[in-house]
């Protein structure tokens, strides 16, 4: 089975488009990842919305952003996964506009730049990573990540349960071997 990488639904290996938002399917394996000079520009292969666990109350709402070599903890929404709890349908609907509109920024989103520009951008290279866990889906609990580096931790709630499955597939294709899927 392959994922659409825009809404998460499942599609038979052979699918071109997504059946369900007819967007084009994007296979990790047919994308060449470039090597070569720190200034080329990184592209977006695969964003998580998460709830990121710093004892704060409320956690953090950011965006997990894979590009080829690094992990970007961006701003996320302050809306992810409360609007309909806090505004009822007029509440869902502003916060699927705003996760529309992030996710569209993020995939426009020079991250080279964005580095340069954001002294407080956390920004994770793909080498520094001991091991990214993925825990197991429960019935009505968001999944759990952990994500362990030389110098930190951290840890994260995955708010985007139903793409959880495809986050399973894409996450270790990226990562190569460094990560352990419950």
């Known amino acids: 089975m392959v994922f659409c990488s825009k809404c998460g639904t499942k ?3 052979e699918a071109l488009y997504c059946s369900a938002c ?3 399917i994007v296979r990790l394996e047919d994308q060449e990842i470039p090597q070569g000079t720190n200034n ?3 592209t977006l292969k695969e964003l998580i919305h998460i709830s990121w666990i710093t004892g704060a109350v409320p956690p953090p ?3 997990l952003s894979f590009t080829e070599k690094n992990i970007y903890l961006m701003e996320g929404s302050f809306l992810k996964g409360i609007g309909f709890g806090v505004g009822g349908i007029l509440g869902y609907f502003l916060e699927q506009h705003d996760n529309a ?3 569209r920024d993020v995939r426009t989103t020079n991250f080279n730049e964005l580095a340069k520009q954001d002294p407080h951008l956390i920004i994770i290279p793909y080498q520094e990573i001991i091991n990214l866990k993925m825990g197991k ?7 759990m990540m952990t994500l362990k580096t030389a110098a930190e931790e951290y840890n994260f709630l995955v708010m985007d349960r139903g793409k959880y499955e495809q986050y399973q597939k894409t996450i270790p294709a990226l990562l190569r071997g460094r ?3 419950e």
């Not at 889906?137 to 999944?143: A, D, E, I, Q, V």
């Open 137 to 143: 889906k429960k019935m009505m609990l968001n999944p």
């Open 101 to 103: 509109q992030k996710e």
């Open 179 to 181: 990560v352990t899927v």
């Open 40 to 42: 080329e520009v990184e």
């Open 61 to 63: 709402r950011k965006i």
């Open 22 to 24: 007819g967007e084009k």
């Open 11 to 13: 599609n038979i290996d």
